[in-house]
């Protein structure tokens, strides 16, 4: 159709752009590829649950990355007291105790509350209180409204944070709370928030909510699966009452007791355990990976 008749039909011709920087080969796009190497989490039995792998004789094997993969973003879900917090503090604390600056973005409550907690998690794992004081740094998005309802107004904050501070390690607790409102737009806000980190070069943990009615070991948490389709890899918590003999069974736990779980719902950046495990929390407050359902189920 000649550029009159279109005017006459009343069609829009639009002129296609070519981004030409946009095309690259493997060799290209490969110069730019970090190294893929594990970052410690604080969480006793995690780091060996992610792996890399080595040709040794012609035959691939499986070596413990150490950690979850550096540059990765991770999210935490499950649904209430199940830990995901604790996980996420824990994380924040190990960094700073390696001498690491951490961003940790509070949603859900005041900084101030969330720092006394820390502290007390600090002392619990044996971390020196000044390596909290000096590395951590938090963005209290819980108290300014702004933050929370203004994402590019959070990222320009964050940003200033990372260029102050050196920050290589991001936490969000929670993602959930950007959204809670606007569930429709999850996937744009994560998306959002899942490509500052890649441009920042931060190995972020985002912790997010389920709602009720979401199955609870899928990765599915509140607006449905826009975060585990767009991060590297989802940890999923859940918990299990104790409360029939079928149970108690399979468990190897009284009846009454509460049980938590933990997998790795897929990991873009590396190998990782396909296993459920036994979640522990102990009284002072700290996560650690127990047996895997598999080792229980084999216990005579």
């Given at each position: 159709?000649?550029?009159?008749?279109?005017?006459?039909?009343?069609?829009?011709?639009?002129?296609?752009?070519?981004?030409?920087?946009?095309?690259?080969?493997?060799?290209?796009?490969?110069?730019?590829?970090?190294?893929?190497?594990?970052?410690?989490?604080?969480?006793?039995?995690?780091?060996?649950?992610?792996?890399?792998?080595?040709?040794?004789?012609?035959?691939?094997?499986?070596?413990?990355?150490?950690?979850?993969?550096?540059?990765?973003?991770?999210?935490?879900?499950g649904i209430s007291d199940t830990g995901k917090s604790l996980m996420a503090e824990q994380f924040a604390i190990k960094q700073a105790s390696l001498g690491n600056s951490v961003a940790f973005i509070t949603v859900e409550s005041p900084a101030h509350f969330v720092a006394s907690s820390m502290k007390m998690r600090a002392l619990a794992m044996g971390v020196d209180e000044k390596?909290?004081?000096?590395?951590?740094?938090?963005?209290?998005?819980?108290?300014?409204?702004?933050?929370?309802?203004?994402?590019?107004?959070?990222?320009?904050?964050?940003?200033?944070?990372?260029?102050?501070?050196?920050?290589?390690?991001?936490?969000?607790?929670?993602?959930?709370?950007?959204?809670?409102?606007?569930?429709?737009?999850?996937?744009?806000?994560?998306?959002?928030?899942?490509?500052?980190?890649?441009?920042?070069?931060?190995?972020?943990?985002?912790?997010?909510?389920?709602?009720?009615?979401?199955?609870?070991?899928?990765?599915?948490?509140?607006?449905?699966?826009?975060?585990?389709?767009?991060?590297?890899?989802?940890?999923?918590?859940?918990?299990?009452?104790?409360?029939?003999?079928?149970?108690?069974?399979?468990?190897?736990?009284?009846?009454?007791?509460?049980?938590?779980?933990?997998?790795?719902?897929?990991?873009?950046?590396?190998?990782?355990?396909?296993?459920?495990?036994?979640?522990?929390?102990?009284?002072?407050?700290?996560?650690?990976?127990?047996?895997?359902?598999?080792?229980?189920?084999?216990?005579?």
């Open positions: 159709m000649s550029k009159q008749g279109a005017e006459r039909e009343g069609v829009v011709e639009q002129e296609l752009e070519i981004i030409e920087e946009a095309v690259l080969t493997l060799r290209e796009t490969g110069k730019k590829a970090p190294e893929i190497k594990g970052i410690p989490t604080g969480i006793e039995g995690l780091d060996d649950l992610f792996f890399t792998t080595v040709f040794e004789n012609g035959k691939a094997k499986l070596i413990p990355l150490g950690g979850i993969p550096q540059y990765s973003v991770f999210n935490i879900t390596s909290v004081d000096e590395n951590i740094v938090f963005i209290d998005a819980a108290s300014f409204n702004k933050l929370r309802e203004d994402i590019p107004t959070l990222l320009n904050t964050l940003a200033y944070a990372i260029k102050k501070y050196k920050i290589k390690f991001t936490v969000i607790d929670s993602v959930t709370g950007l959204y809670e409102a606007k569930e429709m737009i999850a996937r744009v806000i994560v998306r959002q928030l899942f490509n500052f980190m890649k441009k920042w070069y931060q190995t972020a943990i985002f912790v997010s909510q389920k709602r009720s009615g979401q199955e609870e070991l899928s990765a599915e948490a509140a607006g449905g699966f826009a975060i585990p389709h767009i991060v590297d890899g989802t940890i999923v918590l859940s918990k299990v009452l104790i409360n029939s003999q079928y149970t108690e069974k399979i468990y190897k736990r009284p009846i009454g007791e509460i049980v938590r779980l933990f997998r790795i719902d897929g990991c873009r950046m590396s190998g990782h355990s396909t296993d459920t495990y036994l979640l522990e929390i102990s009284e002072s407050g700290l996560v650690k990976i127990g047996p895997s359902l598999k080792e229980i189920a084999n216990k005579k």
